[in-house]
């Protein structure tokens, strides 16, 4: 099926395998398509600015949306009403769901903030010398959240509920991807060259 836009994000639904979510880079849409049918089931509007990225919550109850503003939105699925939009100090262009989908993780220009995908709350505000920034990722357990540092090349593990510092990477260029192993015992770090590095998720 010809969407007519360029697709920034992709995002299957995990209750139904031939649901997807499209984000749009032209206009402030994304769409639930159903796959096997080829048509559209939902709009999801946002208001003059451009989707970036388009996401489900592992279990598929929300979504949650980032624009080119620098503003996130997160979506009922059930229904596509918008639920709340938080309230950022800083622009924000990705989102991340913690695995259990009860949390947010907001990377801003120079901290991660973190959030109850719920009820909106912002429940914790990473903010170190260092300038954790985008990309991040939440440990498969929850427990913590993997921050790149702002133009550097370094990485910091935080405790996703504290805050507190837990471990450092040093890495050999800027990362633009990071990755927990499933087991979480391995982190990954790509960059837009090829480049994959590979470290001990606990040291």
Known sequence: EHHGNAVVSLSFSPNGPAIVLLGSYFDETSIVWDVQHGCVLRHLIGRHSRVLNSTYSPNGALIATADTAGSVKIWDTSTGA?????????????????????????????????WDAVTGQKLLTIDDERKPTSPVAF?????????????????????????????????????????????????????????????????
């Open 139 to 203: 440990s498969p357990d929850g427990a913590e959240v993997l921050a790149v540092c702002q133009g550097d090349q370094m990485a910091l593990a935080f405790d996703s509920r504290t805050g507190q510092p837990r471990h450092t990477f040093e890495l050999s260029y800027v990362p633009h991807r990071v990755a927990y192993s499933p087991n979480g015992d391995y982190v990954v770090f790509a960059d837009d060259r090829g480049s994959l590095e590979v470290y001990n998720a606990k040291s």
């Open 82 to 114: 918008c639920l709340y939009t938080p309230d950022l100090d800083e622009h924000v262009y990705q989102v991340t769901f913690s695995p259990d989908s009860s949390r947010l993780c907001l990377p801003a220009r120079n901290s991660v903030t973190v």
